[in-house]
């Protein structure tokens, strides 16, 4: 995706965004991944994935977050993860939920990465309501 050849990189940043639309989502949703393999679509969300990916999502080494979770370990920390998430797996959500024992782990049943399913945009808002009361 970062190469001189236009036509091999879109075609690249087509399939990654493909990829990532098809299992965002409990159920594919044909909508989604029209609009997330548009040429510019898949361009920005290849190109900054690949990029993150790439350098290693700018941490020191792959623990950083766990290994340094006691320096937040004061914050309010919810964690709302789809139950059938493949994408960021439920076992890094409860690693961070055992590191940060103060935090409120919600599993959503039928939740998948997509915070735009309805019940995981129900959660995260729940979520962001609850930062209204003392934690």
Same mark, same amino acid.
């Given at each position: 995706?970062? %190469?001189?050849?236009e036509? *091999? ?9 493909n990829?990532?639309?098809s299992?965002?989502? *409990?159920? @594919?949703?044909?909508n989604?991944? +029209? ?5 510019h ?6 190109r900054?994935?690949? +990029?993150?990916?790439l350098?290693k999502?700018? *941490? ?7 290994d340094?979770?006691d ?17 960021? @797996? ?6 961070? +939920?055992k590191?940060? @024992?103060?935090s ?8 998948? +990465? ?7 945009a ?7 309501? %609850?930062?209204k009361k @003392?934690y």
């Open positions: 995706m970062t %190469g001189d050849d036509k *091999l990189r879109l075609r690249a940043a087509r399939t990654w965004a990829w990532e639309a299992i965002m989502n *409990l159920i @594919p949703d044909p989604a991944i +029209h609009k997330m393999t548009d040429e679509s898949a361009l920005a969300i290849g900054i994935e690949c +990029h993150y990916t350098n999502f700018f *941490l020191e080494h792959d623990n950083y977050i766990l340094n979770a320096r937040i370990k004061d914050i309010p920390v919810y964690i709302v993860q789809g139950r059938y998430d493949i994408i960021c @797996p439920m076992i890094s959500a409860w690693e961070l +939920h590191a940060l @024992p103060q409120k782990l919600v599993i959503v049943p039928d939740g998948s +990465h997509s915070p735009l399913d309805d019940s995981m129900r959660e995260l808002v729940k979520a962001t309501e %609850g930062f @003392p």
